[in-house]
């Protein structure tokens, strides 16, 4: 098993910035590929970001060049650096990790998530 444990939400203006942490624990983490997803209020959840054991990456389209993901081994983390945030990106960002490495955007792919941290950004 893995427990994953989200941090950094919070109420920002539209402009600012915020990181997200998910820390891991149970299994050995470096072999997991990790990924963030987000839920809006009437929405359903949608892909945001992706990193492989070896830090290889992929962003959804609506977040690329503002968002990164990041990953360290030695603390069993996982980042999403938040910058630029609009109000459409509020909603509930999700940590979740798969037993299988690769670059998965499908949430079907992830076995072990979050319970997630409320993201708001202010018009």
């Known amino acids: 098993q893995v427990q994953l444990v989200e941090s950094g939400g919070g109420l920002v203006q539209a402009g600012g910035s915020l990181r997200l942490s998910c820390v891991a624990s149970g299994r050995a983490f470096s072999t997991n590929t990790l990924a963030w997803f987000r839920q809006a209020p009437g929405k359903e959840r949608e892909f945001v970001a992706t990193?492989?054991?070896?830090?290889?990456?992929t962003y959804a389209d609506s977040v690329k060049g503002r968002f990164t993901i990041s990953r360290d081994n030695a603390k069993n983390t996982v980042y999403l650096q938040m910058n630029s945030l609009k109000p459409e990106d509020t909603a509930v960002y999700y940590c979740a990790a798969a037993r299988i490495g690769g670059i998965w955007r499908r949430g079907v792919e992830y076995d072990y998530w979050g319970q997630g941290t409320q993201v708001t950004v202010s018009s």
């Open positions: 990193v492989n054991w070896s830090g290889g990456s």
